[in-house]
């Protein structure tokens, strides 16, 4: 997948992102504390970006891998959790298993909000979850004022059940845009990155009872092809610059 294209995900896409949570050739360990998560952090460059790329590593001790999956998914959860989001929007869906979305988040101050337009494909499997984001073109979701359009080269989880819980895998390289320095934005990079596993996790525990109380507690679109074709299908011309 590549910034820009807009393509149903298929098996090669999911063995890429397995690869690279999984193969660490070339990366380079950052952190390393034995606590309940046993939380891992690299960093790799590459000749994509000058940004690097950072990769999170973390258990999960007694947390279903499914519980994982819907908060990384639910859009109307987000907002309990992720404490930088200012906007998220559902545009539509290209398959049951493949969305555009827009999403917005806030900066530190005297940096300029940032914005992305991304395509989210999935795979879901018994034991094994995968989410793959990558930035896309969108004909109605154009730059906005207040805001630097930034660039998801890949932005990726891997979810695996594992004895007594479940270990999680975060992925993400991006240009923010803008005039920022690489090494700042490098250094910063591999300091968010487990905060947002960190944020996951804790997300995960209030999700169950959250989700109850909502007016359509069954509402799935990431698990159920018949809710996911309810929103609007976007079309590959809808995409293209």
Known sequence: MQPGVVKIADENDFNMLRTLM??????????????????????KPTNTCNFRMVKVHAFFPGVRPNTVFDVLHDPAYRKFWDEHMIDSKDIGY??????VSYYALSCPPFITNRDFVLQSSWLNK?????ILNHSVYHKDYKLKKGYVRAISY????????????????????????GKLSPWIVNRIAHIVAPKIVEN??????????????????????????EHALLSPQVRIT???P
């Open 154 to 177: 890949i932005t990726g989880y891997v979810v695996r059940r594992i004895d007594g819980g479940s270990f999680i895998g975060y992925i993400s390289q991006s240009d923010p845009g």
């Open 238 to 240: 809808d995409c293209v």
């Open 22 to 43: 999984d193969d660490h050739t070339d990366w380079r360990l950052k952190y390393y504390k034995q606590t309940e998560a046993h939380m891992k952090i690299w960093t």
């Open 200 to 225: 996951v996790r804790k997300a995960v525990d209030g999700y169950a009872e959250w989700k109850k109380a909502q007016p359509n507690p069954t509402f799935k679109p990431w698990l159920n092809p």
């Open 94 to 99: 290209l398959n049951p298993t493949n969305d």
């Open 126 to 130: 018994k034991d094994e979850k995968l």
